[in-house]
Structures are given as C-alpha cells and as structure tokens.
C-alpha cells in the first residue's frame, strides 16, 4: 500500500523529469509572483527604440538591479534585508528567500488601513512590518513574490506577531509594490 502512495505522489515528478520540463525552474505561475516587471536590453525591437510596458536595462545586469530594486525600496521603508546576509554589492540570488527585520508603521498608515478596512480594523497599539519573499529574473521578466508579516507591541513590550486572518496583508505588500515600481522607474530612466 506504502508503495502505491510513493509512486503516485513522485509520477508527476518523475513525468516532468522525463519530458525534459525543468521542474524546479517554475516553482510559482505567473499569477503567484506579486510583482511582473518585463524588461529588455538596449538594441532590441525595431530600430533599438524604447518597447512600451518594459524596462530597459544593461546586459547581464539583470541580477544586480532586481536586488538591488528590491534593497532600495525596503530601506525606504526603514527595512533592511536580515537573510541572507547581504555582502557590500548588496545582491541576492535569484530564487534565494529573503526576509526583513521588523520596522514600525507611522499611525498615519495605521489610520489609513483602519479606514481601507474596517472590518480589520488594527486595535490600538505599536505596529510593525516585515517582509519576506524571493525574486526571479529568467524569461526577461523581473518576477517578486512578497509576503507581509504584521507586528505590534505595548509601550513597553516585544513584537508580537499579529495572527494572519485579522489583517490585510495586501494593503502592506502594496505599499512595498509601489516602491519597486518607482524604483523600476528610475533604473528605465537612467539608462542611455
């Protein structure tokens, strides 16, 4: 019986394996990933002109500005990458999970969130974000997947996490989107 529940669970490994399907290449479909950044390198389309909806970057460079989008939209946010250790170049590997130490939310955002959604609504108290995730550049698509964790504390105590059906962690992760669009933003515009 044992044998017959291995092999039905390893087939579709074993049928991705053998049609020559990287299997650990695509571990998300594209509607997993928060983020969908297309991307190309100078000379490409017609006439080596600018292609609409895609950010225009160096070649082989790719790594490095997905990262370093990434670290730059975080320390925004007060945020600093806490795994993996990120030496001077500050890049993280495709495909590498990253995480975030924790950061205090204004109490204007607070209110904001209170407001965008009541029935959520976050009691009084100190408030926190951190962020993990991973990002992937193959295909010429920049590609994030992002999740926010939610922390609050009293006057005097630790960060506690706060359980995941009484907020909206879309709301937090929007605010990290909007960062690496503006960020995105400036790499197209810095390039010749």
């Excluded at 669970?9 to 399907?21: E, K, N, R, T, Y």
């Amino acid at each position: 019986m044992k044998r017959a529940i291995i092999t039905v669970c390893c087939l579709p490994v074993l049928l991705a394996a053998c049609s020559g399907a990287g299997i650990f290449k695509e571990a998300y479909s594209e509607a997993e990933w928060t983020f969908i950044q297309p991307y190309y390198y100078p000379l490409a389309g017609i006439g080596g002109g600018a292609i609409l909806g895609k950010v225009r970057i160096p070649e082989n460079r790719e790594t490095s500005i997905a990262s370093q989008t990434l670290v730059q939209a975080l320390q925004d946010l007060q945020l600093s990458v806490v795994e993996p250790t990120l030496e001077l170049d500050a890049i993280i590997p495709p495909r590498t999970p990253w995480e975030t130490d924790i950061a205090p939310i204004p109490a204007e955002l607070v209110a904001s969130y209170n407001q965008s959604f009541p029935n959520l609504t976050l009691r009084p108290a100190i408030y926190g974000i951190a962020y993990d995730g991973e990002h992937d550049t193959s295909e010429n698509i920049f590609r994030y997947r992002i999740s926010a964790r939610l922390y609050s504390r009293g006057a005097l105590s630790r960060w506690s996490q706060v359980d995941g059906d009484r907020y909206s962690g879309k709301f937090f992760v929007d605010r990290l989107v909007e960062l690496l669009q503006t960020h995105m933003k400036i790499v197209a515009e810095a390039q010749p």
